[in-house]
C-alpha cells in the first residue's frame, strides 16, 4: 500500500512540474500581441546599453521574495520556529503549485504537507492571514489610486463603490487588532472557538510585521513596475504613474479568476488603466509580461526542484 501510495505522489509532483513548465511556455511562446521575439528585441533594445539599470531591477525581485520568505517564517513561528532556508523551500515550491490551481489553492496545500497533520489546519489559516494582510495594504493603496483615477481623468470604474472596499478593510484590520478583547466568533447557530482561541494566541507585534513585510513588498513590486514603465521610455509623471499601478493592481486584486488566467487578467486591466494616459498598449503588454516573468515564473521554475524533491510526511 505504501510503495503504491509513494508512487501516486510521485507521478503527482511530475505532473505539477510539468504542466508549470508548460503553464510557462505557452504564456511566453503563444501570446499573440507580445511574441518572445518582440520582447527579445525590446529587451536587447532597452536594457542593452543599461546593465545596471538590469541588474537594479532583478535587485527587486530579489527583495521582494526575501520579503515574503521573512513574513511567512515570521507567521509559521506562531505555531513552529523553520529557518529562513526551509521558508524559503515551502514558499517556491507553493508557488509552483499554485499557478496551475484555481484560486491559487494549490499553495495553501503544499505548504500544508510540509508540517505534521496536528499542525496544517493551523498553517492553512495562518496562510490565509498572510494572504489577507496582502490584500489589506493593497486596498490601502488601491483607494489612493482610485481616487486620483477618478479626478485626474474625470471618470470612475462603473459599479465600483471603493471607498466601501476601504471602509470594510479599516474595520477587518481593527478587528484584528483587538481580537483578545473579542469573545467566541459566532457564525450561524456554531460557535467557531478553536479559531478564536488561536487568533488570540497571535501576538500583536507579530501582526504589526507581517504588516510591515506586506507593505515593503507592495512598495517594491508597484515600484518594479514603474521602473520598467521607465525603462520602455514612458514620458509621465511620477505620481501619475504609480497611482495608476495602484488603480491596477486593486482591481486586479478584487477581480474573480482562476490563477490560470491570472497574468492575463492583470494585463487587461493594465491596458484598461493605463488607455487614459499616453502609454502605449505594446508597452504596457511588455512591462506586464516581464513582471509575470521575473516574479512568478522564474520563481516557479525553482521551486519546480523543491517540489521534486519534496518527500511525503509519513504522518499523513
Request: aromatic share 18%; glycine share 4%; proline share 2%.
Amino acid at each position: 500500500m505504501n510503495k503504491y501510495k509513494h508512487l501516486l505522489f510521485t507521478l503527482i509532483k511530475f505532473a505539477i512540474v510539468l504542466i508549470a513548465i508548460l503553464f510557462i511556455y505557452q504564456k511566453l511562446a503563444q501570446n499573440p500581441t507580445a511574441s518572445l521575439s518582440q520582447l527579445k528585441e525590446q529587451l536587447v533594445l532597452a536594457f542593452g546599453t543599461n546593465l545596471w539599470y538590469l541588474l537594479f531591477i532583478l535587485l527587486l525581485t530579489d527583495f521582494n521574495l526575501i520579503f515574503e520568505f521573512l513574513k511567512w517564517q515570521k507567521l509559521v513561528a506562531v505555531i513552529k520556529k523553520i529557518t529562513f532556508l526551509e521558508s524559503y523551500e515551502q514558499c517556491l515550491a507553493s508557488l509552483t503549485a499554485s499557478i496551475i490551481t484555481p484560486n491559487r489553492i494549490g499553495e495553501y496545500g503544499v505548504k500544508a504537507i510540509y508540517f505534521s497533520k496536528n499542525e496544517r489546519k493551523k498553517i492553512l489559516f495562518l496562510n490565509l492571514i498572510g494572504n489577507l494582510m496582502q490584500m489589506f495594504v493593497t486596498v490601502l493603496f488601491g483607494i489612493i489610486g482610485m481616487r486620483y483615477f477618478r479626478n485626474y481623468f474625470d471618470t470612475s470604474i462603473p459599479f465600483l463603490n471603493y471607498e466601501l472596499w476601504l471602509y470594510l478593510a479599516i474595520f477587518l484590520f481593527v478587528l484584528f487588532l483587538f481580537r483578545k478583547k473579542i469573545g467566541l466568533i459566532k457564525i450561524g447557530r456554531f460557535y467557531i472557538d478553536k479559531i478564536a482561541l488561536f487568533i488570540k494566541k497571535i501576538d500583536s507585534k507579530t501582526i504589526y510585521t507581517i504588516f510591515g513585510y506586506s507593505l515593503l513588498r507592495y512598495i517594491i513590486f508597484s515600484h518594479q513596475f514603474y521602473f520598467l514603465l521607465l525603462l520602455f521610455n514612458v514620458e509621465a509623471s511620477y505620481f501619475t504613474l504609480i497611482f495608476l499601478i495602484f488603480c491596477m493592481y486593486f482591481l486586479a486584486s478584487i477581480i474573480p479568476s482562476i490563477a490560470l488566467f491570472d497574468w492575463a487578467i492583470k494585463g487587461s486591466v493594465a491596458l484598461y488603466v493605463f488607455s487614459f494616459s499616453s502609454v502605449s498598449e505594446l508597452t504596457i503588454i511588455f512591462v506586464t509580461t516581464l513582471m509575470w516573468i521575473l516574479n512568478v515564473a522564474i520563481p516557479a521554475l525553482i521551486g519546480s526542484v523543491f517540489v521534486l524533491n519534496f518527500k511525503l510526511n509519513k504522518e499523513v
